[in-house]
């Protein structure tokens, strides 16, 4: 069983900055491989969105409503993913999830997503 727990959610007033850590780790072996690793958002009456993405190449992507405000970055040895979040606006105001894909494990033969259960982050205006 693979878990990814997200933690440095909160309430930070707009224009503030937040940083979001996601540790990947297995209760029975370790974890052999990860391909992509990314962080998902859902406010209240919406859909859940990516809002950021590292390829295992290291390779960025961001949605457009967060480009130059987020930035993501990984620690491979770690398994650890970081969404750095700078300006904050009332609308990035969601639940926090972070992915992992084609999850491979010492005892695994095939890969698959987790999610971690959430972090949530609140800005006021």
């Known amino acids: 069983q693979v878990q990814l727990v997200e933690s440095g959610g909160g309430l930070v007033p707009a224009g503030g900055s937040l940083r979001l850590t996601c540790v990947a780790s297995?209760?029975?072996?370790?974890?052999?491989?990860?391909?992509?690793m990314a962080w998902e958002r859902q406010a209240p009456g919406k859909e859940r969105e990516q809002v950021a993405a590292?390829?295992?190449?290291?390779?960025?992507t961001y949605a457009d409503a967060v480009k130059g405000r987020f930035t993501i970055s990984r620690d491979f040895a770690k398994n650890t993913i970081y969404l750095q979040m700078d300006d904050l606006k009332s609308d990035d105001t969601a639940t926090y999830y972070c992915?992992?894909?084609?999850?491979?494990?010492?005892?695994?033969?095939?890969?698959?997503?987790?999610w971690g259960r959430g972090t949530q982050v609140t800005v006021s205006s």
């Open positions: 992915r992992g894909d084609n999850v491979i494990t010492t005892t695994t033969m095939w890969g698959r997503p987790y």
């Open positions: 297995t209760v029975r072996g370790a974890i052999f491989r990860i391909d992509t």
């Open positions: 590292i390829t295992s190449a290291g390779s960025v």
